[in-house]
């Protein structure tokens, strides 16, 4: 998978997660609070992917 393609799925799931929180906190759901914050982590890690890939482009592009 490009690192585009990381970066996007990572806001995608980000942007989910940050919901998902969100209507949790408003149906004072905390296992859909926990489940949010887990997505939205996932997003952050699939970004820093995509930043890894973009991080080791550049050094082998130099090469």
Same mark, same amino acid.
């Given at each position: 998978?490009?690192?585009?393609?990381?970066?996007? #799925? &990572?806001?995608?799931? *980000?942007?989910? +997660?940050?919901?998902? %929180?969100?209507? =949790?906190? /408003?149906? $004072?759901?905390?296992?859909?609070?926990? #489940? &949010?914050?887990?997505? *939205?982590?996932? +997003?952050?890690?699939? %970004?820093?992917? =995509?930043? /890894?890939? $973009?991080?080791?482009?550049?050094?082998?592009?130099?090469?």
């Amino acid at each position: 998978m490009g690192s585009t393609r990381d970066k996007i #799925k &990572g806001m995608a799931n *980000e942007a989910m +997660g940050n919901a998902k %929180q969100g209507v =949790g906190k /408003a149906m $004072d759901d905390k296992e859909m609070q926990a #489940k &949010g914050k887990l997505q *939205e982590l996932k +997003g952050e890690g699939q %970004q820093a992917k =995509g930043d /890894a890939k $973009d991080a080791v482009k550049k050094v082998v592009d130099r090469a």
